[in-house]
């Protein structure tokens, strides 16, 4: 499902200091999140794969590898060059409150 992704770390207002993963998804997945359903069908659908996500990741790697928080992207910011742009993904960055 993953196309590529990004991981940071974040501060978390209670738990410090956190790994947080930027993911972009192969094409039309993000699109199945975000239909006409309900707001709460669509966060309940990202939370889903987001789970899904995060157990793959703890049966392939060390548990302090895995991200604890997944924000889903439609693209990640390249630089002219074709680099991933690390500070415009920051700039995107939405509060971790998890």
Known sequence: AVMESAVFSAHHPVRGPI????????????SQLNTDRSDYDREAARD???RELREHL???TD???????IEF??????????HLNRAAILRHRKPTDT
């Open 19 to 30: 790994l947080k993963a930027y993911v972009k998804l192969k094409p039309g997945l993000l």
């Open 48 to 50: 889903r794969l987001a």
């Open 58 to 60: 703890l049966r392939v």
């Open 63 to 69: 548990s302090y590898k895995v991200p604890h928080d």
């Open 73 to 82: 992207l439609d693209a990640l910011p390249r630089t002219p060059a074709g």
